[in-house]
Nanobody
Framework: QVQFVESGGGLVQPGGSLRLPCAASGFIFKFYSMGWYRQAPGKERELVAEITSGGSTTYADSVKGRFTISRDNAKKTVYLQMNSLKPEDTAVYYC?????????WGQGTQVTVSS
C-alpha cells in the first residue's frame, strides 16, 4: 500500500535551516509528481512545493526563494531544503503526490521555528 515516512523536523531558530527527507513506497515513484505540504495549527493543509516527474519545480509564494524541493528516484525519496526559516513556517510537514494526493498520508514531521 502507499506509504510516506517524513523525517528531519525539529526546533530551529529564525533564519535557520532544515532538510526534510520523505521516503515513499507502494507506487511507481518515478512516474509521479511529488509535493511537500504543511499544516499549521488551526489552518488547512497547503501545498508548498511540487516537483514533477521530469524535475520541474513550483513553489508557494510564501516559500519561494527560501525552500528547494528535490527528488531521488533511485531512493524513492523527495527532499525539502528549507533556508531562512521564519516563525510562520511552523507546521507539520507532509509529503504526498503532487496535483492529486493519495488518500493515505504519513505521520508528518513537526517543524517549529522559534527563538
Amino acid at each position: 500500500q502507499v506509504q510516506f515516512v517524513e523525517s528531519g523536523g525539529g526546533l530551529v531558530q529564525p533564519g535557520g535551516s532544515l532538510r526534510l527527507p520523505c521516503a515513499a513506497s507502494g507506487f511507481i515513484f518515478k512516474f509521479y509528481s511529488m509535493g511537500w505540504y504543511r499544516q499549521a495549527p488551526g489552518k488547512e493543509r497547503e501545498l508548498v512545493a511540487e516537483i514533477t516527474s521530469g524535475g520541474s519545480t513550483t513553489y508557494a509564494d510564501s516559500v519561494k526563494g527560501r525552500f528547494t524541493i528535490s527528488r531521488d528516484n533511485a531512493k524513492k525519496t523527495v527532499y525539502l531544503q528549507m533556508n531562512s526559516l521564519k516563525p510562520e513556517d511552523t507546521a507539520v510537514y507532509y509529503c504526498n503526490a503532487g496535483n492529486v494526493p493519495f488518500s493515505s498520508w504519513g505521520q508528518g514531521t513537526q517543524v517549529t521555528v522559534s527563538s
